[in-house]
Each structure stands twice: as structure tokens, then as C-alpha cells.
């Protein structure tokens, strides 16, 4: 009896110890497994392994040795206050090396995230919720491309070399951290990192490729055609703007080249024109300027270079600055997180800077297949045969995505039916291949060596037909030179070939091989004493090829001309200042014609007020300009009202006519038909448009900001913030004051803006300054993570520490990393 | 006793072994020299709390708690204390959890 008793509390004791050892196993199970967005818990919140590790310390090491396998000889960095690596090797093998393994350590998330979403492999670590991004970078033959690419640049000894010893550098760090050092997103997501291959190098000029020439008009410009015809989209659409003041000035002669001739438009583009009665939209705001101004202009003698390239804004910050340094090359500037060399900045002889052409290098053709299994296309007169990729996507908790793409000789079908479509961009026209620049083989990388190491003009030149795309508008100075290229691997076309969907049976719709790069539209120390590009038009009408058909609004580059033009005694200052210019040439083109129709007696006592605000306001998106929020309002609303209702169908996807023709509606042709409202009875004429975007505009600043006052203030109105690559707001900027607006010279608009702002002084001593909104490291939990955003903000520029030997000293080198192999 | 031994053990292997070490230490140190239920449980659970709040304020201190700031954002609490008294207590929770276990495994085995 008493042993019975017994066995059943022993039962018991067990039963209980058992309860308690399967909830705490439990508990540490769910502690170190991620549910569904949240991060493993315990792994992530505990001090040994989780988000603490990554709190930097605000003492900074002043000197570390590191033993690194694979370096040939002695390497020494020097850190300055940013924490801005200047590298000092004995060769260029330790250079890229020491540069790989400097990104790496800053940046490692930064760069596989970047790679990952170019490649197509985000759901491999994020999970089925991104998997169609996935399948559209691959559908758009992004891996295709990067293949052959990484092929072409793997060719050639230079390019090889420096990118399997960035790769090493890359992959030293990487197998030297543990867990518990990886950074934070890594942790967040709980993946680990993988090795760097050389292709990852090809995935992220590719996807700069995607962000600058990735998006294309032409599906909707073939809707507008076919529900407008030819007469309307023409007069709608035209192919060179009203105003306009192009990178290559007005006028000059193109007599350094015989052009090839030019190709014959196909038959289907002629009868889309002659008929009389039958990609990703383009993004405003990524634009850029660049400049460089002649030692005739400037205080020293010696030319000056500015380039701010705008960018959708992020932190980690887009750019790396680092100075690279080996015999034969002391070169500063920014890098790409993931490329090695040096892609903006100077050296002691030139500096060079970038801007997006924007040319027409995507395009759709419309194939005709033979059935449903698209086994064979019509082209030439005769059925082809097309081929086929199997892209293996790999999912996160899933089994692995097979996609089948089809080839044409033109490239990818992109979507081959609508269900495959799916949600997919827009711009994407079903059943089209795609025909696209970076399906192309590149050397880019050489390109970059060869400004990096360059001395001359003639340097400049040799580097630029290396580099195909995104075609770019280069600018240069030297101590003797100034010049500017839009340079790029262009198509030979017939004129606007490509501006609407292209026929894939006809060879007349190919691109006919290449516009010789010395060709490129180009020039050196023009006699107005600078050079300079904001993504306006490349070349005035009379240039022989054809580059595209629509261009960035002239604003920004008309202002840089204005206020170049009339510059003398020119110093970096001057330039900083012109960086930073917020002065809107829309409003000064177009206000007082608006405000030509309004009657201040019919106002009421808020559109008075704003009326009085705009009439008073001279013309600057400052930060504290109400004028400013008043006319942006204003504009929008005016254009919403002029095209919102002719182009509702959606299928032409709001490609409204451009901000230039219509301004030409408003200042030339006020009794037009395309003011009238075709969704109300009554004839609307511009007087009627313009009063009531106004009392609009006026309506919807209120509704947001109460009564007019201080809330009405532009910086206080437009919202601005830098977001995190993670997407998470703790690790973005949060918003804050800016002024300025996509028309501006300082283009701060919804989200993008400078992301790199530099000023280089040229002469016997080169003098560098830049800032960049964020900082060195790519690690929230860092003191350099956003260290320069302030300064950024505030339209400062920073001199940059162009040190000329390992040797030199300065107060402003902090710390000192030796590297040698092991 | 109890308490010091998982304090000195869990601290020491704070800077080379994974967060759930502390679940293996105060598990065995309970088993081999636990008294009673309650004040293992106590015992380890303030012994982790306090080795996790020290070993964080280790590296958020001379961070000006910045990246303890933005977590606490990201889980949309107020402040870097809030995040860290959420540590300490994850700790606690697993470290006297673990007692318990052990302790009761322990008992589970006794002749009485």
C-alpha cells in the first residue's frame, strides 16, 4: 500500500519534472527559431550573440596589426574623423585586396542584399513574399547579362586581377567572422553571409544599369499611338523639347566624324505614322548635375569640377569614399560597395564626374510565335527557332522555383501570358522580348581603371570606350582641360526607333549595330569657358543619331548655364553654392503667366492669402518658403487637370505629355482643346483650368496644414527622409527640413537627392571636397553610420584628406591598420 | 551558492559560447546543488538577469546606447532601457526556467 502510494508521487515528481523541462525547451526552441518576421529572440536580444555585439565603441583602436592570407605584401590604412579608409599598398593585387576587404567590413549586408536583389535570390532569404521580384530580375535576363559580362571583364588581365584580388579581400573578412559578428541585418533575418564571387562585381553594374536605363514609356507610347494616332502623339509627344539648352551647346559642329548611315525606319513604323485615324515608367527626380568650369572662369587659374549624382537616397549610404593608393595610382573619391576602384574623384592630374544620359537602349518587340509552346518565332520571312533559360530560384522554407524564360535573338519574353504576368510591372507588354543594353557584354571596370590611373585628356578619352552602359554623361578637367561626353555603347537606330513597340518579324526593327564610340556626341574647352549636363537633352536636333526621343526637363541645366555663364573669378565655394541652388526655372518660365488669369477679388480668405505668399515670393524652394508650396501645389494640380481626364484609360499608364509641352499649352496655346475638362459638360479654356487647380492646390495645403501660417513653410510641407536598404524605419533617417524639388538644381524630392556631392579643384596641388548624406559604415550601431548627414544638410562640403604618402601626417588621421599576409 | 555559481559561469562564458549556454548551467548547477523549487528558479533567474544586463551594458555604454536606441525603436518601445530590461528578463526567464527543470529532475531521482 505505502509502495503504491510511493510510485504514484515518483510518477508525479517525474510527470512535473518533465512539464518543466519541455517548456523550457520549448521556450529556448521559440527563442532561437525566426517566426514569421520577427527575429529569433533569444539569439537576436541576448549580449553574447544578438543585436549588442554590433554597439561600437566610441574608442577607436588606434592601431591594429591584421594578418590576412593572400596579401603579398605590407598594406597600411589610414583612418581619418569619418573614418574614411585611405589605403596605402606596394602593389595593385594588395590595393584591390585591401579595398575589398575595407567594403567588406563596412559594408558586407550592403553588398549581398544589393547582389541578391539583382540576381534574383532575395526570396532564397526573405521567403516566398518576394518571389515575383525575384522571377521579374530574372525574366529580365538579369543573370544573362551579368554572365556574359563577367565573362568579357574575366578576359581581359587588368580587370581579372583586380577583381579576383577584391573577391579575396572581400572573402578574407567574411571567414573571419563568427556569428555573433555578423552584422545586424544578417541577424534580423537570421541568415549568414555567403562568399563573394567575381560575378556579384558584374550583378551590381548591372543593377545600376536597371536603376538608370531599366524603365521604359514604350508600351504606353504604342497605347497613346494607337488611341490618339500619329497626328496628336506627335504634336503631344514631340521629339525635342520647347525649351531646351543641351549638354553639347546649341550649334556646334559635328565635323570631327563621318557618321555611318543611318538606318531606314521599318515598315510597321511607317504605317503607324502614316495612319490618320486608327517598363517601368521613367522616374522624375533621378537626375543629376555635373559641371566643369574653365581656369579662364575661376580664381585660381585652373579649372573646377562639380558632380552631384541623385540617386533614390539610402543608408547604408549608395557610395563608399575611400583613397586607393599603390605605385602608379594616389586616387580619392566614391566607390560602389562591391566593385573595386574608384567610380567619382580625382587624382593629382584629372577628375571626372557622372550623370545619366537616359538613351533609349530598352526596347520591346512584339513576336509573332508559331503556337502556344513558343518553340518557334517569326522573323525574316521564316520561323526560328527560340531557346530557353531555366532560372532555379531558390525559396525560403519552400521547395525551389523553376522559371522557364524564352529567347529570341532579340532576348527575353519577359511575361509569356498575362497569368504569368501577374502583378508585375506595368511597363511590361505580355508576350514581347526584350532587347535590352545590359544583355551586353561590358568592361565597365576597365573603364573606371583607366580614369583611376589616368593623367591626361587623352586618358580620358581611352577610358570612356570602355564603358557601355548605363551611358553616361562624363564630365572632365584636368589642370590644362575641361570637356564633357555623353558617353555610351548606343544602338544605331532609325530615328525615334524604339520610341514605340518595335516589330519582331521585321530585321528593319534590329538595332543595327553600334554608333562608333568616337562618335559620341563630345567636347573639350568649349569657347564659353565650361561644360556641364543635368540629364537634359545630349545634343541639339542637328547631331546625326539618334539617342532618344525625350530627355530630363531643361531646369536644372538651364540654371548651371545661367549662373555659369555669367561666373567669373569662380572658386569651390561658387560651386558648393550652385550645388545647392533651389532656384525654380519652371516658376520663373510659367508663374507670371499663371497668375495672369487669377482675380484676387473672387479669392476667399485662404487663397488670398496664398496668392498674396506666391506673388511676393521670389522664385526659391527654400525651406522656409510658403511661395514655394503654393506654385508646387499649384503645378500639380494644373497638370493633373490638363491630362487627367484624356489620358484616364489604363492602359496608357498616366504617360502624360511632358512638363515641357505643357507649359507650351499654357504660354502658346491657351485656347487649346486639351483644356477642357471632356468629363464636364461645360468648355473649359486655361483661364478656367488655372483657377481651379488653384483653388485645389489651396484646398489641399489646407486640408494638410491647417490655415495658412508656418506650417505652410515648403520644408515643413514636403516630407523627406533617407530609408534604410532594411527597410525598417529605426534605421532610416526619419524625416527632416530640406529644400528644393525635383526642378531644381538642388533636387530633393521624395526621398532622392545628392548622393554625393564633390567639388575638385584642379591646379599644381589638387584640392578635393565632398560630403555624402549618411557615413563610412553600413552598421546602425555605429557613430559613422550617418556621421556626415548633418553637414550634408546643411549644403557644407567637407575637404577631403587627399593624403600624398602613407608618411604624410595630419591631425586628422585617427587610426592606423597595418595588413600583411600570413 | 546556487546564484553565484551560475553568476560567475554564465558571465564567463558570455564572451565565447551561445546564448543558450546559460540554459545549460543553471540546468546542471540546479540538478547537482538546487535546495528547493522556488529559490532555484529565483536564484537563476536573477543570477541571468543580472549577467545579461551587465554584459549588454558592456558594449551599449560606450556606444551612447545607439544601436540599443534604434532596436528599441524597430520594436516600437521608447527607449534603450525598455529593450534592455526585455533582455534581462528573456535571460531570467530562461535561466530559471532551466533551474527549475533541473531541480525537479533532480527531486524526480531522490529517495525520501
Known amino acids: ?822 | 551558492m546556487l546564484f553565484f555559481i551560475i553568476l560567475i559561469l554564465s558571465f564567463a562564458s558570455g564572451y565565447f559560447l551561445p546564448w543558450w549556454i546559460v540554459a545549460v548551467i543553471s540546468f546542471l548547477t540546479a540538478l547537482f546543488i538546487g535546495t528547493t523549487a522556488k529559490s532555484s528558479f529565483w536564484q537563476a533567474f536573477i543570477a541571468v538577469l543580472m549577467v545579461w544586463i551587465v554584459l549588454a551594458l558592456f558594449k551599449s555604454i560606450p556606444n551612447d546606447h545607439i544601436m540599443a536606441t534604434r532596436i528599441a525603436h524597430l520594436f516600437h518601445l521608447p527607449g534603450w532601457g525598455y529593450i534592455l530590461a526585455v533582455t534581462g528578463i528573456l535571460g531570467g526567464l530562461v535561466g530559471g526556467m532551466s533551474a527549475l527543470s533541473g531541480l525537479l529532475l533532480k527531486r524526480a531521482f531522490q529517495k525520501h
Open chain 1, 1 to 822: 500500500m505505502v509502495n503504491f502510494r510511493g510510485i504514484i508521487i515518483q510518477a508525479m515528481k517525474f510527470t512535473k519534472a518533465f512539464i518543466s523541462i519541455f517548456f523550457t525547451l520549448l521556450l529556448i526552441w521559440a527563442l532561437q527559431t525566426k517566426i514569421s518576421l520577427v527575429p529569433p529572440l533569444g539569439k537576436f536580444l541576448s549580449p553574447a550573440d544578438g543585436f549588442w555585439q554590433n554597439a561600437e565603441s566610441k574608442h577607436i583602436l588606434p592601431t591594429l596589426d591584421l594578418k590576412l592570407k593572400g596579401l603579398q605584401g605590407k598594406v597600411t590604412i589610414k583612418f581619418d574623423e569619418n573614418h574614411i579608409p585611405h589605403i596605402f599598398a606596394q602593389n595593385e593585387h594588395d590595393l584591390y585586396f585591401a579595398q575589398g576587404y575595407m567594403t567588406a567590413t563596412d559594408r558586407l549586408w550592403q553588398m549581398d542584399i544589393q547582389t541578391r536583389q539583382a540576381a534574383g535570390r532575395l526570396a532564397e532569404v526573405i521567403g516566398p513574399k518576394v518571389l515575383d521580384i525575384d522571377r521579374y530580375h530574372r525574366r529580365m535576363g538579369m543573370v544573362y547579362g551579368a554572365e556574359k559580362t563577367i565573362k568579357a571583364m574575366m578576359a581581359d588581365p587588368v580587370v581579372r586581377n583586380m577583381i579576383l584580388a577584391y573577391t579575396d579581400g572581400i572573402n578574407s573578412y567574411i571567414h573571419q567572422l563568427s556569428p555573433r559578428s555578423y552584422p545586424i541585418e544578417f541577424k534580423l533575418l537570421n541568415y549568414a553571409p555567403e562568399d563573394w564571387k567575381p560575378i556579384n562585381c558584374a550583378f551590381l553594374l548591372k543593377l545600376m544599369s536597371e536603376t538608370l536605363a531599366g524603365g521604359s514609356n514604350e508600351f504606353a507610347m504604342t497605347n497613346i499611338l494607337r488611341k490618339f494616332g500619329p497626328a496628336t502623339t506627335n504634336d503631344l509627344f514631340p521629339d525635342y523639347p520647347m525649351h531646351e539648352d543641351p549638354i553639347i551647346p546649341t550649334g556646334t559642329k559635328w565635323d570631327y566624324f563621318k557618321p555611318l548611315p543611318i538606318p531606314k525606319p521599318s515598315a510597321n513604323f511607317l504605317a503607324g505614322m502614316a495612319d490618320s485615324t486608327n517598363t517601368k515608367p521613367r522616374v522624375e527626380g533621378i537626375g543629376s548635375n555635373n559641371w566643369a568650369v574653365a581656369g579662364s572662369k575661376t580664381a585660381s587659374g585652373y579649372p573646377i569640377l562639380a558632380n552631384d549624382p541623385h540617386l533614390n537616397l539610402t543608408l547604408p549610404s549608395i557610395w563608399y569614399q575611400v583613397q586607393l593608393s599603390a605605385p602608379g595610382m594616389n586616387v580619392y573619391g566614391v566607390s560602389l560597395p562591391g566593385a573595386p576602384c574608384v567610380i567619382l574623384g580625382f587624382n593629382n592630374n584629372i577628375s571626372w564626374g557622372i550623370t545619366n544620359v537616359d538613351a533609349d537602349v530598352l526596347d520591346w518587340y512584339q513576336e509573332k510565335f508559331r503556337d502556344t509552346k513558343m518553340e518557334e518565332y517569326w522573323y525574316n520571312n521564316k520561323w526560328n527557332k527560340t531557346t530557353r533559360r531555366v532560372e532555379k530560384i531558390e525559396v525560403l522554407g519552400q521547395k525551389p522555383v523553376y522559371d522557364t524564360v524564352v529567347y529570341t535573338h532579340h532576348g527575353p519574353v519577359v511575361y509569356q501570358n498575362n497569368a504569368q504576368k501577374a502583378d508585375g510591372p506595368d511597363f511590361v507588354p505580355v508576350g514581347h522580348s526584350l532587347r535590352w543594353i545590359a544583355h551586353e557584354s561590358s568592361n565597365e571596370l576597365m573603364a573606371m581603371y583607366l580614369l583611376n590611373t589616368g593623367k591626361k585628356y587623352n586618358d580620358y578619352r581611352k577610358a570612356l570606350t570602355f564603358f557601355s552602359a548605363p551611358a553616361s554623361n562624363f564630365v572632365f578637367a584636368s589642370k590644362d582641360d575641361i570637356a564633357i561626353t555623353p558617353n555610351g555603347k548606343y544602338p544605331l537606330k532609325y530615328k525615334d526607333q524604339g520610341k514605340f513597340i518595335l516589330d519582331g518579324t521585321d530585321p528593319a526593327d534590329d538595332w543595327h549595330g553600334w554608333v562608333p564610340f568616337e562618335q559620341d556626341p563630345t567636347i573639350k574647352n568649349p569657347p564659353r569657358g565650361f561644360v556641364s549636363s543635368a540629364n537634359q537633352s545630349s545634343t541639339d536636333p542637328s547631331y546625326p543619331y539618334y539617342i532618344n526621343w525625350s530627355f530630363a526637363p531643361y531646369e536644372r541645366g538651364k540654371r548651371i548655364n545661367d549662373r555659369l555663364s555669367v561666373m567669373t573669378k569662380a572658386t569651390v565655394d561658387s560651386m558648393r553654392i550652385l550645388q545647392t541652388d533651389v532656384y525654380s526655372i519652371r516658376a520663373q518660365d510659367i508663374l507670371p503667366t499663371l497668375l495672369k488669369y487669377i482675380d484676387p477679388t473672387k479669392l476667399n480668405a485662404a487663397q488670398l492669402s496664398a496668392y498674396d505668399q506666391i506673388n511676393k515670393w521670389d522664385k526659391n524652394f527654400t525651406p522656409n518658403s510658403i511661395g514655394a508650396t503654393v506654385f508646387s501645389n499649384w503645378w500639380s494640380q494644373l497638370y493633373n487637370a490638363v491630362w487627367g481626364d484624356d489620358f484616364a484609360d489604363k492602359t496608357l499608364q498616366n504617360n502624360f505629355p511632358s512638363v515641357d509641352r505643357t507649359e507650351k499649352l499654357l504660354l502658346n496655346e491657351p485656347t487649346s482643346k486639351w483644356f477642357d475638362d471632356i468629363r464636364t459638360p461645360a468648355k473649359e479654356t486655361a483661364a478656367d483650368i488655372v483657377n481651379k487647380a488653384f483653388a485645389a492646390a489651396v484646398k489641399e495645403i489646407t486640408d494638410r496644414c491647417g490655415k495658412p501660417g508656418a506650417n505652410w513653410q515648403w520644408g515643413k510641407f514636403k516630407k523627406m527622409e533617407i530609408a534604410s536598404l532594411s527597410r525598417q524605419p529605426a534605421f532610416g533617417s526619419g524625416n527632416f527640413e530640406s529644400g528644393g524639388t525635383a526642378s531644381t538644381v538642388n533636387a530633393l524630392h521624395d526621398g532622392h537627392g545628392p548622393s554625393w556631392r564633390m567639388v575638385v579643384q584642379m591646379g599644381p596641388k589638387v584640392k578635393g571636397y565632398g560630403i555624402f548624406p549618411g557615413g563610412e559604415s553600413g552598421n546602425p550601431g555605429s557613430f559613422f553610420y550617418n556621421d556626415m548627414f548633418k553637414t550634408w544638410n546643411e549644403g557644407k562640403l567637407k575637404e577631403l584628406l587627399f593624403m600624398q604618402s602613407v608618411n604624410e601626417q595630419s591631425p586628422r588621421i585617427k587610426s592606423t591598420y597595418t595588413l600583411t599576409g600570413k
